[in-house]
Antibody
Framework: EVQLVESGGDLVKSGGSLRLSCAAS????????MTWVRQAAGKGLEWVGR??????????DYATPVKGRFTISRDDSKNTLYLQMDSLKSEDTALYYC???????????WGRGTLVTVSS | ETVLTQSPGTLSLSPGERATLSCRAS???????LAWYQHKPGQAPRLLIY???SRATGIPDRFSGSGSGTDFTLTISRLEPEDFAVYYC?????????FGQGTDLEIK
């Protein structure tokens, strides 16, 4: 069974940093492209960024609002995905989900999310 | 950036009825990269349809997707009580993804 479990969400002050983790199991994490998506309260889903597998160059892409502030990385030995968030702003307050990018670039499996709150 | 506009914003229907949800793109989207998701409060989003018309694993056949170019549709042929949720379309283009703003399917 595929499982994705996010952790690391917390209350942080504006300008601060936070690192989220996503523990994966039930699939070949080494070959998986992974992504982060967020949802602010009362709003829709917003794509944050994606990391390819090591075999695909481990390259990353980011949404414009987080580019230069957020960094996605992975540790295949630990089956874990990370999201390093720096220079946090109040508008980064959201529930953050990790997901496995499967066939046709769709997000086939999702975690339940971890809550990040940025206070001004 | 490709903007996806979903309509209607809210759809009020009764169990047993047919639901038709629309997703319109600001520019042509590859059908290979158009997906639909269901999201219920407190739960993880769930992939329903990928490549515009392929059902994801375990998705009942009352869910179907169609469309091409800039116009895509999610149809739920006969609503079950568990189908009332928010639905999002999503596209992948170049190096990034965008979601529509969502359609809230509510019980009438």
């Amino acid at each position: 069974e595929v499982q994705l479990v996010e952790s690391g969400g917390d209350l942080v002050k504006s300008g601060g940093s936070l690192r989220l983790s996503c523990a994966a199991s039930g699939f070949n994490f080494n070959d998986a492209w992974m992504t982060w998506v967020r949802q602010a309260a009362g709003k829709g889903l917003e794509w944050v960024g994606r990391i390819k597998s090591k075999g695909s160059g481990e390259t990353t892409d980011y949404a414009t609002p987080v580019k230069g502030r957020f960094t996605i990385s992975r540790d295949d030995s630990k089956n874990t995905l990370y999201l390093q968030m720096d220079s946090l702003k109040s508008e980064d307050t959201a529930l953050y989900y990790c997901s496995w990018v499967g066939r046709s670039m769709a997000f086939h499996y999702w975690g339940r999310g971890t809550l990040v709150t940025v206070s001004s | 950036e490709t903007v996806l506009t979903q309509s209607p914003g809210t759809l009020s229907l009764s169990p047993g009825e047919r639901a038709t949800l629309s997703c319109r793109a600001s520019q042509s989207v590859s059908s290979s990269y158009l997906a639909w998701y269901q999201h219920k409060p407190g739960q993880a989003p769930r992939l329903l349809i990928y490549s515009a018309s392929s059902r994801a694993t375990g998705i009942p056949d009352r869910f179907s997707g169609s469309g091409s170019g800039t116009d895509f549709t999610l149809t739920i042929s006969r609503l079950e009580p568990e189908d009332f949720a928010v639905y999002y379309c999503q596209q992948y283009g170049g190096s990034g993804y965008t979601f529509g703003q969502g359609t809230d399917l509510e019980i009438k």
